[in-house]
Every structure is written in structure tokens, then in C-alpha cells.
């Protein structure tokens, strides 16, 4: 006899007490806040470990021998040695803090030169980066800028109509000539949660490295680096629940040794004479200059309360709230999904047109009712290119979602329709 497990469940109103701000009104409607694709908000815990680190603990880390360095130093390496474990990382050296996904990308692009000691960063002419259409711009742009340095070539994987990866020509993109496949493993636009366990195969079986975008991912599922199998993961603290300015990079170890210093300065180095420098080891040889500490602790307060919940049960909340929000959006007329239309390997961020409509115009009546989304191309340009709309209307949850934000959304574009009758 199979015994059926229960799916994780959340307590969405029990959750949504821990975050002050969406108890306050927007334009005399009770806010519904459905833009955590852009930025999380912030619940109590974090807010008070930020708060008590500046009045109790502040100081700078990795330098002083008294008890208030100490304190700081011990939180901010804590704040690491939580990430690596959240995202299932085997030592926390391999976690680099740094700004944001963003900086996290371009210190990979960083270490990829013509004259690279190592060969496995070694890119130039005739060699190969390959990305994907539904990239946010964050991991395309520093791979264009990499390609003009080095006379490197960009090639990329297309979108079908239904908003998924087209592997139709895997073979043929990703080749002997590949040195590395960047890939977005959560679309920022579509939703769409890319089969990366494909695609790392077959760029092991050609040599390439891997980077994943995990952006969207880390926030909202269950992330394991060793599962993922890939070589790089980018991922951002203010999308799930941290400040802004503090996210990370985790890498293999071994390529952390490989790689130079992308910044130079403080606490990245080793030894300094006038003649020349050694470096750290990492992860510090990454992280030159003061490091955003109050922000770690924020960051290490986040991967507390989201483990306290379960990242099973946020993920299962959302696939719950996914499907609630497609068929009621649904029954809109006019309105376009861009992006999967069905629940498998799909997110609860939901881009769409409306018909005769600019999401600039969509987005400020739906303001108007107290609804908050998202509009423009959001990084995405050449997704919305594919798609062949200038722009979407995007509408994003997170653990504190509720199906009455969703309602109030669908009421809010019946509005739109009358206003652009």
C-alpha cells in the first residue's frame, strides 16, 4: 500500500504578521504587494537582527582583537557559514559575499581572459559562451562586454511560443568550442524554471563550465548546489527577505583558488610590499574593503526565518497561489500570458499584455487600487522582444501572498478596462 504525504503547508496569515509593511494602506486600499520578484519585503526578525548588530555589535570584522570586533567578525562569518548551509554548500569558504546577483556574475566574467594562468578560464577567438534568450540582463550583458574583450563568440538558446527553453539544438550550441553555459535557472519575466539538470550534463560532457542565475530560485525553492551540479550560482539576499546590497556567489572550491582578485584593496590580500602583493585565500581574496556586515546579519536572519518555514512549504504555497492567479486572470479579457500557461516547472511570476493597453498606463490604474506590480521590460528586453511586446505587466508572489491579493489584482485590471474602454 503507498502511503500518500501530505504537502507542506504555510500559515500565510501567521506569516504575513512577521511583515509591518503590508499592514499599511496604499492610496486608501489595503496594500496588496505583488512585486517580490523585484524585492521582498522584510519581516521582524530580520529588521530587529539588523537594528540590535548596529547597537550592540558594530564594528569592523577581521581586523581588531577587541570584543566588539570579535562580536562583529563571528556574526558576519555566522551569516556565511548559514547561507552555505542553506543552499547546501559543502564548506562555507565557498560562499563569497558581494552586492548583489549582478557583482556575483561579474566576478565569474572577471576571472575569464585571453591570458588566464588557468585554462579553464582561458577564452578567445574561436571560443564560445553560451546563454539564453530569457536571460535578465545582468547575465548577458557582462558575457557581451567579456566576448568584445576577448574576440570570444556569444551563441544562445531560443524560447518556444509556450515560454519554454528550446534544447532543440543543444548538441550543436553547446561544443568543444563552449568554454561556458550561463543560464537563468528562474525567469525573472516568465516564470519558467529551467530544466538546468539537461544542459550542466551535457556542458560537463564538452569540458564548459556552468553559471546559474539563481535569482528567483534561492528564494523561492528548494536550492541545493550539489544537486544543481553546476560550477557557479549567483543569487541576490534582497529577494528573499534580506537587505538590499548583500547577496552572493557560490562556486566549486577549487575554481575559487583558480580565480584572481576582482577587487583590490583591504582584507583581500595576503602580503604587501611595494614591489608587488600576495593574496588570501578565499573566499576573503573576493571580498577587498569593509564588507557590508549589518547586511550579512540581515542576510543570515533571512536563511533563518526561511528555513523556520520550510522551503518546501513556500514552495508549495506558491505553486498553490500560481495556479489560483492563472485561472483568474484567466477569465480577464484581453489579457495575453507571457510565458508557461501551466503549472510544470513554473513559478508564481506571472508576466502578461493587455490588449490595446501600455503596462506603464496598466500599472498606475492597478496603483491606484492599492495593487503593486511590476511593468516595463524588467531586464528582459530581449524576451519581451521574442514575444513581441514592448513591455509586460508583471505580477509576482512570495510567501506572504494571499489569494485575496490576487483578487483584489483582478479587480483592479476591471478597472483598466473601463478607464481604456
Known sequence: MTRTIPAPTLDVDRVRADFPILARLVNGHPLAYLDSAATSQKPRPVLDAVREYYERHNANVARSVHTLGTEATEAYEGARAKVAGFIGAGSADEVVFTKNSTESINLVAHAFSSMAADPRFRLGPGDEIVVS?????????????????????????????????????????????????????????????????????????????????????VPHLPVDVGVLGADFLAFTGHKMCAPTGIGGLWARADLLEAMPPFLGGGSMIETVLMTGSTYAPPPARFEAGTPPVAKAVGLGAAVDYLRGIGMAAVAEHEKRLTAYALDALATVPEIRIIGPTDLVDRGATISFAFAGVHPHDVGQVLDAQGVQVRVGHHCARPTCARFRVPATTRASCYLYTTTDEIDALVRALAVVRKVFA
Open 133 to 217: 534568450e530569457m536571460e535578465h540582463h545582468s547575465n548577458l550583458v557582462p558575457w557581451q562586454l567579456l566576448c568584445q574583450r576577448t574576440g570570444a563568440k556569444l551563441r544562445w538558446f531560443g524560447i518556444t511560443e509556450a515560454g519554454r527553453l528550446d534544447l532543440t539544438d543543444l548538441d550543436r550550441l553547446v561544443t568543444e568550442r563552449t568554454k561556458l553555459v550561463a543560464l537563468v535557472h528562474y525567469s525573472n519575466i516568465l516564470g519558467t524554471i529551467n530544466p538546468t539538470a539537461t544542459v550542466v550534463a551535457r556542458a560537463r560532457q564538452v569540458g564548459a563550465l556552468t553559471l546559474l542565475d539563481a535569482s528567483q530560485s
